[in-house]
């Protein structure tokens, strides 16, 4: 058989869903010996994806319409995926902890399934209008993910500390083995601020694409509006801190909302608001 | 009533209008992402409710983005960020120049993060310390001991400014460019020229100063033929009747000259038929016109027009024609390829028409656009992300160590990630003890 982008893709699927069950395992059985399972899964699957992501860029050179891997749904959503395994297993090392693992992961291996599975995503790999080249695209849609990656990540971290915080839950033999208070709620800051800078610098590329397109930075298109209205989400949530007797569940909170924010950004304005103005020349 | 007064002014000045206002414009920005904007009236009528309408009507979400309170909002926005900006900036100037020097053995041990370590022999500590820590000053007390201290990162308290500033410079920019600057569409047939451009808002006609010509254009297809791969116009710019400058664009490559950028946005296949008469006298002549043209015959004092065209009849394009004398004109007849119509207008002049021949001619669509106040948006951008760089990834830290009697102190401070700094100055206070020890 041979190997190509789609067949590593969808492998990839199946080993972040395993991943995402060993992760789950190690949550709430404590089985720490599956830990090590958990940490290798996510690593190949993170291995397969990068190799089936560059095999699709090569591909597409090969079939005479090269460009990046990143210019439509069925794409982001896999670097999406990529993004957010990358920085989850980065705290995983940095913190030592893997139960941020059982609330991180599903969304990376939901992402893929869908990506691979709903029949409203197609996969195939299809040539760019002339708007859509451009280096400035690149750089706008790999910010842009890195953000979302990390507000996915603080969304999970954000449920974690508003279980940890709660009284009824005090005792609770699952919410025991999360990291404590303190630690959540730095983490949930540290990635919301880190998602902020690159979702600015997501909408600082996009703003300048546009204006090298058409002319215009900003033209409160629903995509571009959206994106601004989760910026200010984030933003509050940053300020909040400096109001009295506003402390760490407001901002649990204001991740979770964000992130609602960032999904209908990202899937709402396509299959709900799409018809009123898409982008690309006619 | 002076309370009164100040307490508007302290509201203005709040982080809590910010939080409130930052909410408001979520909310907010959200009317315009669920109505269609910039239709005109009557697409709205026809789609909504009469009371939803009116709605619509009164608080302009036809144009959301651009309404009085929206921009009422904004306005708002900008004077608290001022307001609070102007507020704090003193207290900053005073953090700023504070010495961290001007302390004592007293003030150093009531920091919350710090550390004793004991010390056994008699090394030269001091200035072990100050190779450990690096950038240090320092000062011997009366009682003999030694205060050393370590500083990093003051820079971060202008970051918050920095950033403030940028977003208040991005607004400037863009209400820059709405007073200095327009926006145009242009539409070029291969080979014609243009100095002005039409705003697509007002219908109105902006003046550029020069020429812009369009000497070709090109489409090119992906292999299925019907997505296009690259638009391609030649431009060339005409100055004081000198030709200035010839360049190829694309969409994605604008030309720009004299602050007027020219954007690759459209074009409009326009077909040009050729027609071929022939007079009583078996004189033959070729005219070459374009759909909904008029061109006089050569010779006499007619003209011919071509009304209506379609390229495709059962095979063969054709044209409606007419032909006039100025006051007159003859009814308009279909023309198709191939075959000839008799045309009359008075009794000497009678005319045989063929359409001979059908070729494609491009017309280039090109977004026109003045901007001065981009550069300054780009401005407020970079400033805006190394504003934030600064304020989350430059923190001030500070240590103290104190020397006396036979014990080292040491304290430490930062304003910015309180746990990577604990972490840190965990092996600060290891490397220190490390020389105790020696
Ligand atoms: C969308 C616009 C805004 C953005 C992106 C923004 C961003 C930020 C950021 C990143 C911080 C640093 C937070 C921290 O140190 O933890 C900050 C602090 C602050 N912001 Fe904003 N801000 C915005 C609007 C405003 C407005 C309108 C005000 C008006 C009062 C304001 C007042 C403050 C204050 C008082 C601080 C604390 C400064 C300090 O550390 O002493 N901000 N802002």
């Known amino acids: 058989m041979d190997i190509n982008s789609s067949l590593l893709l969808s492998l990839t ?3 972040y869903l395993g991943a995402a069950f060993f992760y789950l395992l190690v949550w709430v059985f404590r089985l720490e010996k599956l830990g090590i399972a958990a940490t290798l899964t996510a690593t190949l699957g993170l291995f397969l994806q990068t190799t ?15 460009h990046a891997p990143l210019s439509n749904l069925y794409e982001s959503l896999v670097f999406f995926s990529w993004i957010t395994i990358l920085v989850y297993l ?4 940095r913190l030592k902890n893997r139960v941020i693992g059982a609330f991180s992961t599903p969304f990376a291996s939901l992402a893929m399934a869908y990506a691979s599975f709903s029949p409203n995503v197609e996969d195939t790999i299809k040539p760019l209008i002339p708007a859509l080249k451009s280096n400035w695209l690149i750089a706008h849609v790999v910010t842009c993910f890195i953000g979302y990656a990390s507000f996915a990540v603080a969304c999970g971290v954000g449920i974690m500390y508003l279980l940890k915080k709660n009284e009824s839950f005090k005792s609770s033999y699952l919410i025991n083995s999360f990291p404590e208070i303190k630690a959540l709620e730095d983490l949930n800051y540290q990635t919301i601020i880190f998602g902020f800078l690159w979702l600015s610098i997501g909408i600082i590329t996009g703003a300048i694409w546009a204006n090298e397109a058409w002319g215009t930075y ?8 959206w994106s601004l209205i989760t910026w200010f989400i984030y933003a509050t949530a940053l300020h909040v801190r400096f109001a009295k007797g506003w402390g760490g569940s407001k901002i649990a909170y204001f991740s979770i909302i964000g992130f609602f924010s960032v999904l209908f950004t990202y899937f709402g304005v396509n299959f709900l608001l799409s018809g009123l103005h898409s982008y690309g020349a006619k | 009533m002076k309370k009164n007064k100040d307490s508007v002014i302290d509201y203005l000045c709040s982080v809590k209008l910010a939080i409130f206002l ?3 414009l979520s909310v907010t920005s959200v009317f315009g992402t669920l109505i269609p904007q910039g239709e005109p009236l009557n697409f709205y009528q026809e789609r909504f409710n009469p009371t939803f309408f009116n709605l619509i009507k009164l608080f302009r979400l036809y144009d959301a983005y651009n309404s009085w309170w929206f921009l009422t909002i904004l306005n708002l926005f900008s004077v608290n960020l001022i307001c609070c900006t102007l507020k704090r900036l003193p207290l900053t100037i005073k953090l700023l120049k504070k010495n961290i020097l001007d ?4 003030k150093i041990s009531r920091i919350s993060m710090k550390k004793t370590i004991d010390i056994t022999n008699n090394n030269d500590y001091s200035s072990k310390i100050k190779g450990i820590l690096g950038n240090t000053k320092s000062k011997k007390l009366d009682d003999g001991s030694e205060i050393i201290t370590s500083e990093r990162g003051k820079i971060n308290y202008l970051g918050v400014y920095i950033l403030h500033s940028s977003i208040l410079i991005i607004f400037l920019g863009g209400i820059l460019g709405a007073i200095l600057g327009f926006k145009g569409n242009l539409m070029l047939l291969e080979g014609e020229k243009s100095s002005r451009i039409i705003n697509p808002r007002t219908s109105e006609e902006i003046p550029l100063g020069f020429e812009v010509r369009c000497d070709k254009f090109a489409v090119e297809f992906y292999d299925d033929g019907r997505m296009p791969k690259e638009f391609r116009s030649d431009l060339a710019i005409i100055d004081n009747n000198l030709e200035v400058l010839k360049t190829q664009i694309i969409v994605n490559k604008p030309l720009t000259y004299k602050g007027i950028t020219f954007y690759q946005a459209s074009y409009q296949s326009v077909p040009e038929i050729s027609i071929e008469i022939e007079k009583k006298n078996n004189k033959k002549e070729t005219l070459k016109l374009s759909a909904f043209d008029t061109i006089n015959i050569p010779e006499t004092s007619l003209s011919l027009g071509i009304l209506q065209f379609l390229p495709d009849v059962h095979g063969v394009p054709a044209a409606r024609i007419w032909i006039s004398d100025g006051k007159n004109f003859t009814d308009a007849q279909w023309v198709i390829k191939g075959k000839s119509k008799v045309f009359g207008i008075g009794t000497e002049q009678e005319f045989k028409i063929y359409l001979s021949e059908v070729t494609e001619k491009f017309m280039t669509g090109l977004q026109v656009k003045k901007d001065p106040g981009v550069w300054i948006v780009w401005l407020g951008c970079a400033g805006l992300i190394f504003g934030f760089i600064v304020v989350f990834w430059i923190p001030h830290r500070r240590l103290w160590v104190l020397i006396k009697d036979n014990k080292i102190l040491i304290a430490g401070q930062t304003n910015k990630n309180q746990f990577q700094f604990e972490r840190d100055f965990d092996m600060i206070c290891k490397k220190i003890e490390e020389t105790a020890k020696v």
Not at chain 1, 52 to 66: A, D, F, M, Q, V
Not at chain 2, 103 to 106: L, M, N, Q, R
């Open chain 1, 218 to 225: 900003w033209s409160w298109d629903p995509k571009e509006t």
């Open chain 2, 22 to 24: 930052l909410i408001v």
């Open chain 2, 103 to 106: 302390t004592d053995a007293e």
């Open chain 1, 90 to 93: 980065f705290i995983e090392y």
């Open chain 1, 52 to 66: 089936g992501i560059i095999l699709r860029w090569i591909e597409s050179y090969k079939i005479g319409i090269g």
């Open chain 1, 13 to 15: 699927t199946f080993v």
